[in-house]
């Protein structure tokens, strides 16, 4: 069992969302705030790896010039947007 002093401003929080029926205990609160946490932090982790990635990669000198990156969406972009107007 875990036990913890939240000061008492989180403590009246926790009360006021069992309190008005929002979560059944104040468990449910710090179970619910522990969920997002772990959420938050396996996004943080998977960022973290993409930035890893990309940085070897430019290491690597797997990259291309921004201008061909730019030019290739422009391209993309237009034709889709022509499509729209095809269409429409």
């Known amino acids: 069992m875990i036990s913890a002093d939240l000061g008492k401003q989180l403590e009246s929080y926790i009360q006021q969302l069992v309190e008005t029926g929002r979560y059944g ?3 449910e609160v710090l179970r619910e705030g522990v969920r997002l946490i772990q959420d938050r932090e396996a996004k943080l982790a998977a960022l973290d790896a993409s930035i890893k990635r990309g940085v070897a ?3 690597a000198g797997r990259t291309r010039p921004a201008s061909d990156v730019f030019d290739r969406l422009e391209a993309k972009y237009r034709g889709m947007s022509e499509r729209d107007e095809t269409s429409a």
Request: charged share 50%.
């Open 25 to 27: 205990s104040k468990s």
């Open 57 to 59: 990669d430019a290491d």
